[in-house]
């Protein structure tokens, strides 16, 4: 959708061949071809008390990130029930339902026309 309706030239993890690779090439290459990122923070791993956290690989990929093209170029997308890590305290971030990240399109759109202003 990025692509196709506003010309938003999108990598994502989740796409292409990644085999013989190692993470760390991965997010090397893809921090290079970047100018940001919107990094998605699920609950994925559940502690003894019952509270749901973002996968820490995936915690630390987003530090990566923030540190490469800096806090407001690198967009926390967190779900609804996960707690918030302590790199984003004090961080805007976009939130979404449960199994809803279609939500935070409107969003993210906001926030590319705000960094890329000259972008269609």
């Keep these: 959708m990025l692509h196709f309706k506003h010309q938003y030239e999108v990598e994502a993890y989740e796409v292409g061949s990644r085999s013989g690779h190692t993470i760390r090439?991965?997010?090397?290459?893809?921090?290079?071809?970047?100018?940001?990122?919107?990094?998605?923070?699920?609950?994925?791993?559940?502690?003894?008390?019952?509270?749901?956290?973002?996968?820490?690989?995936?915690?630390h990929e987003a530090g990566l990130f923030q540190g490469a093209l800096g806090f407001d170029r690198a967009i926390v997308m967190l779900e609804d029930g996960t707690e918030a890590f302590t790199n984003i305290d004090g961080i805007q971030q976009i939130r979404f339902p449960k199994g809803n990240i279609r939500d935070t399109f409107g969003d993210a759109l906001a926030v590319l026309k705000r960094e890329f202003p000259t972008n269609k």
């Design 25 to 59: 090439d991965i997010l090397t290459s893809m921090i290079k071809k970047s100018s940001f990122a919107f990094l998605v923070m699920t609950g994925e791993d559940e502690t003894a008390d019952g509270r749901l956290h973002a996968r820490q690989n995936v915690v």
